[in-house]
Structure formats: structure tokens, C-alpha cells
């Protein structure tokens, strides 16, 4: 598939740069033209995904760095959020509803799946040490009859 648009950023771990990444994604899926919903899950989960970042990949210090990439191919949003941090432990265990690490925190452990409900695909890759990267995909349900 040919890549329509394409953008990168790259912030510390602060927990206030987490609404700056949602919003950045949120203008960038917008020449899309998706729905509220759309827009309203695309901003939820980069705001997970982030927040995972801070909190567990980096457990709150700042000095860590998260990157963002999102692509578009004709009616597909690609969305990946990427830590150099600690890594997940058990990814078989993370990935269930309730599941947290930070249960101090009043973490509900429901980022991951609210990320696998609101995005048509997600893939969760980490190492130990090496960080963690999500890869998320959406199709635009007003982009669909465009490219049918």
C-alpha cells in the first residue's frame, strides 16, 4: 500500500507532554475526516499508551524519551508508541483486563485492553531492559467506501 502521510515525535517522559501526544495524533488522523468516535478511541489509546510509557517503562522519571510514529495508507491509520525503558516482564500476564503492576498507583489495568477494543489491531512488543513498542492500527469507517 501506498503511504499517504506519514509523521514522527519524539518527547521526554513527562506526564504533562501526555496530552500534547494525544492531540498532535488527533490533528494529524483529522485529514482523515473520522468520526467523533473514531477520533475520540485514536486519542484514548495514544493517551494509554503514553501513559504506560511514563509510568511503567519509565516509572515516572522524566530523563526517559517516547516516540511516536503514525502513518496513513488510503483509509488505515498506523499509530506506534515506543519507550527505551524497562521493558514488560510477562507480557501474557500485562495484557489481561485488571492486571497492574502500580496497584499503589489506583492503576486499573485496562490500558492494554482498551487499546485492543478500540483499534482494529495492536501488537505489543518488549524486552526486558530494552523498552517496549505498541503498533496499533485503525480503519476510518469514512474513509472505507472510498477505497472499496
Not at 514522527?8 to 501526544?21: C, I, R, V, Y
Not at 478511541?41 to 504506560?52: R, Y
Not at 510514529?69 to 488505515?76: G, Q
Request: hydrophobic letters at 40%; proline letters at 3%; aromatic letters at 6%.
Amino acid at each position: 500500500m501506498k503511504v499517504n502521510n506519514y509523521m514522527a515525535l519524539q518527547f521526554m517522559s513527562k506526564s504533562e507532554n501526555e496530552a500534547f501526544a494525544r492531540i498532535t495524533v488527533a490533528a494529524f488522523v483529522s485529514q482523515l475526516d473520522p468520526q467523533v468516535n473514531e477520533l475520540t478511541d485514536i486519542k484514548t489509546v495514544v493517551s494509554e499508551a503514553v501513559t504506560n510509557s511514563i509510568i511503567h517503562g519509565y516509572e515516572n522519571k522524566p530523563e526517559g524519551m517516547i516516540s511516536i510514529t503514525a502513518k496513513i495508507e488510503e483509509d488505515t491509520v498506523y499509530i506506534t508508541v515506543e519507550d527505551e525503558g524497562l521493558g514488560i516482564e510477562n507480557l501474557d500476564e500485562a495484557i489481561q483486563p485488571l492486571f497492574t503492576s502500580k496497584p499503589e498507583l489506583e492503576r486499573s489495568g485496562m490500558g492494554f485492553t482498551i487499546m485492543e477494543n478500540f483499534m482494529d489491531e495492536v501488537e505489543i512488543n518488549s524486552t526486558l531492559g530494552k523498552g517496549t513498542k505498541v503498533t496499533m492500527m485503525k480503519r476510518i469507517e469514512s474513509k472505507k467506501a472510498l477505497y472499496n
